[in-house]
């Protein structure tokens, strides 16, 4: 690999869809961050939402998967979770612009009087804004290139002022801007035909509002033969070399070495008057691929949560767990568990074929006494088990009321009126109603206790983890915890808030009141679910073991 030195002005390059959402537009921008990264670059990546919510803060993860937060505590689209994976990026919130947040923007400046009593319009405060966000990142000079990856497809009303503002910019930054549109070329089963009239259909509507698209990068479930590929470049005015297909992948991880198999980064330097040499260096991401398509061994860990049904929904933990047990030479299966339907009649036939269980995070009552049912059954069985934010506070429940006798012991969130509190707000956050405001979000410290499980894991006494939550262990109660076996073992250095539970007693019982998954990457796997798949593989080999 050659250093390629920082280029004197950014590049642009946006990534639009068609045809049908769910195409992959969030791996393809990770996957070209991470080739232009190998090459020496310097890279971000931003997403752009349709949608009014201001964020997916207050989406259902049935709507639009896991709501994944950034170190500086903004809630954001699930597509900045792959970003981090693939980049090692930590991104913020204006890596995340939303069209409430757009909007919200351009209302506050009209009452304020910014516009001078002019009439507000799509044309041009809308775009104005949208264009101010896209080159924010830009104007910093930290940068050589900027990703944009524009959410829903052509052809929404919603995604029109977002296209219109990339028109735009494609005129004022010539050729230091690009448009990639990912399309579908569906087959038909019946006919046995790769059809590319929807792609055809996808990239005429991208001309119809202005935007004749640089590459074309098109999904397939089967290969596209170079003819075929021929014909979409005379159809849709692209050049041939930058006609590019997305073939189904058994991971996405293999993304980005399929894009450089096609040359996808040399077509993007060379479009954009970049000067490059040499080869990207993969070299750490080729390692990992290795042991993942070497893992033979299976890891079976359950996930016990009421967003089962969404594969989205946890995404981040499941990637954390694949990434840590590629490392760890394992292949992972991850067996989704209902909490609602979790009972003591059927907890160990669901509960016992894992080698260790994940208690996922969430809000509100439902599923919740699912948990505890699972909690009780790991702890009184020894299984490795992880509780994360929801996770961790319901281990704290299920110990205070099976261990501590401390029978309705609750959180406020789920018991309002519970005699034994030990889950509770913080007394400033109890006048706030504003949903979000009562919320710890992003980044915090925690200080570990040394010896403990979790410190012996990070290899250090101080981190920084990303928050999600309102409620925390009620600090009246942590003595009694301590002294019936539960230890608090991390605690906030400023406010001494409990951060991190552990039983030492048992095999591996932790509980984090952070998310550790939203700081798990491909390069830098999390420490405590590498060691949390470790002590799974140490149960597994014990199980064999009495076989």
Request: with cysteine.
């Amino acid at each position: 690999m050659f250093e390629n030195k920082s280029i004197v002005e950014t590049r642009y390059i946006f990534v639009t869809g068609g045809v049908v959402s769910s195409l992959g537009k969030g791996i393809i921008s990770s996957s070209i961050a991470r080739l232009l990264l190998s090459r020496g670059f310097k890279v971000t990546i931003q997403k752009f939402d349709p949608y009014l919510n201001i964020d997916p803060g207050t989406l259902n993860p049935y709507e639009h998967g896991e709501c994944y937060v950034t170190v500086d505590g903004h809630e954001a689209d699930l597509d900045l979770g792959h970003y981090e994976r693939f980049t090692n990026i930590k991104t913020t919130r204006a890596n995340n612009i939303t069209t409430g947040r757009v909007y919200q923007s351009v209302i506050d400046k009209e009452r304020r009087g910014d516009y001078l009593g002019k009439t507000v319009q799509i044309i041009p405060h809308i775009t104005d804004e949208i264009k101010r966000n896209v080159k924010l990142l830009g104007s910093t000079g930290e940068f050589d290139f900027v990703i944009t990856e524009i959410g829903g497809t052509v052809g929404d009303i919603e995604s029109l002022p977002f296209l219109e503002a990339v028109r735009q910019l494609r005129w004022e930054l010539g050729n230091k801007c690009i448009c990639i549109h990912l399309t579908y070329v569906p087959f038909i089963h019946a006919a046995k035909e790769l059809k590319t009239k929807p792609t055809q259909h996808s990239v005429k509507q991208l001309q119809q509002v202005g935007i004749q698209p640089d590459v074309l990068v098109l999904r397939t479930e089967h290969d596209i033969p170079a003819s075929m590929r021929h014909k979409v470049a005379q159809f849709c005015n692209v050049s041939p070399d930058a006609v590019i297909q997305s073939i189904d992948a058994p991971s996405i991880y293999e993304v980005p070495l399929m894009m450089l198999d096609q040359h996808l980064d040399t077509i993007i330097l060379e479009k954009t008057g970049t000067p490059h040499r040499g080869e990207p260096d993969l070299s750490k991401w080729n390692e990992f691929l290795d042991k993942m398509h070497n893992a033979t061994n299976e890891i079976r860990i359950g996930l016990v949560g009421k967003y089962v049904a969404l594969q989205d929904a946890y995404k981040s933990i499941d990637e954390a767990l694949f990434q840590a047990a590629t490392y760890n030479d394992r292949k992972v299966k991850i067996t989704y568990i209902n909490s609602e339907r979790l009972t003591d009649a059927n907890v160990e036939e669901l509960l016992s074929p894992h080698d260790g269980v994940v208690i996922a995070p969430g809000f509100g009552q439902r599923g919740t006494e699912g948990k505890f049912v699972a909690l009780k059954w790991c702890r009184e069985n020894d299984i490795p088990t992880f509780g994360i934010c929801l996770g961790m506070q319901s281990m704290v429940i299920e110990y205070a009321r099976n261990v501590m006798g401390m029978a309705d012991a609750n959180s406020v969130e789920l018991n309002p009126t519970t005699s034994h509190n030990v889950i509770d707000l913080m007394e400033e956050q109890k006048s706030i109603t504003n949903m979000g405001g009562t919320m710890r979000l992003g980044a915090y410290a925690c200080q570990l206790r040394d010896g403990t499980k979790v410190a012996n894991a990070y290899g250090t006494l101080n981190i920084e983890e990303r928050h999600r939550h309102r409620f925390e262990l009620n600090e009246e109660y942590r003595s009694q915890f301590e002294a019936a076996g539960m230890m608090c073992v991390g605690e906030n250095p400023q406010t001494h808030l409990v951060e991190v539970v552990e039983v030492p007693s048992k095999r591996w019982y932790i509980g984090t009141q952070y998310h550790p998954e939203y700081s798990s990457t491909v390069l830098n796997p999390h420490p405590l679910f590498m060691d949390f798949i470790r002590a799974a593989i140490a149960y597994q080999k014990s199980k064999q073991a009495d076989e």
